[in-house]
């Protein structure tokens, strides 16, 4: 039987070494900050949970951005927040609520240089696709 799980099965494994070691994963992750937000399915209602790359905002908050790769489209974590935007979130060996709000245009173009800036790489990725890659920020609800 075919597993069409690919994205599933790494996410897993990046998930597994996440809580094995408070938060920090290596490989190609090793010195990225990494959050694992728990977000349930806007369609099927399902909880799923997605390891993101952040950045630490100010109050104790958080960014993560929708880029999927570069993929022409929006991952579906990215719709999931929109409809259902009080979610769970890990970070380190902690747990809590999170509200996730997208930032505006003009929210979003003041951080983003910000976000360039930690994470070059988010530059070359936006530049293969045409669509502007959303923009979260998580603020601790408790």
């Known amino acids: 039987m075919a597993n069409s799980g690919g994205a599933d099965d790494y996410n897993t494994e990046i998930i597994k070494e996440f809580r094995a070691n408070q938060g920090r ?3 190609p992750w090793a010195g990225i900050t990494l959050i694992l937000i728990h977000h349930t399915g806007a ?6 949970v997605t390891p993101l790359a952040y950045h630490p905002q100010p109050g104790g908050r958080f960014a993560i951005w929708a880029a ?3 993929s ?6 990215y719709y999931n927040l929109k409809a259902h ?3 769970t979130a890990e970070v380190g060996a902690q747990t ?9 245009g003009t929210a979003r173009a003041e951080l ?10 988010l530059a070359e990725t936006q530049a293969k696709t045409g669509r502007q890659f959303p923009v979260y920020v998580l603020t601790r609800q408790d």
């Not at 369609?43 to 799923?48: A, D, N």
């Not at 976000?115 to 790489?121: C, G, H, I, K, R």
């Open 112 to 121: 983003w240089p910000t976000l360039v800036s930690a994470y070059p790489q």
């Open 25 to 27: 994963v290596g490989g």
């Open 43 to 48: 369609r099927s209602g399902i909880e799923r």
């Open 85 to 87: 935007p009080e979610i």
């Open 72 to 77: 022409p489209t929006h991952p579906n974590w």
């Open 68 to 70: 999927n790769g570069g």
């Open 96 to 104: 809590f609520t999170v509200l996730a709000q997208e930032l505006d």
